[in-house]
């Protein structure tokens, strides 16, 4: 589960990348764009968090 937690941040961030994907190769609406904007923002988050958490491990 650790191993799972280290990377949920670069995750996050792909699969924002994968609806940015899906928006521009056909299904265009303002709800994809936001969904996208928010697993970005949640990835890089999620990104810093975990590595903090993980440095004050060692």
């Given at each position: 589960?650790?191993?799972?937690?280290r990377?949920?941040g670069i995750?996050?961030?792909l699969?924002g990348?994968?609806?940015l994907?899906?928006y521009y190769?056909g299904?265009?609406s303002?709800f994809?764009?936001?969904?996208?904007g928010?697993?970005?923002?949640?990835?890089?988050?999620?990104?810093i968090?975990?590595?903090?958490?993980?440095?004050?491990d060692?």
């Open positions: 589960m650790n191993k799972f937690l990377y949920l995750i996050l961030v699969l990348v994968l609806v994907a899906l190769f299904m265009q303002n994809m764009l936001g969904t996208a928010f697993l970005f923002v949640a990835g890089i988050v999620a990104h968090v975990t590595n903090k958490m993980f440095m004050e060692k």
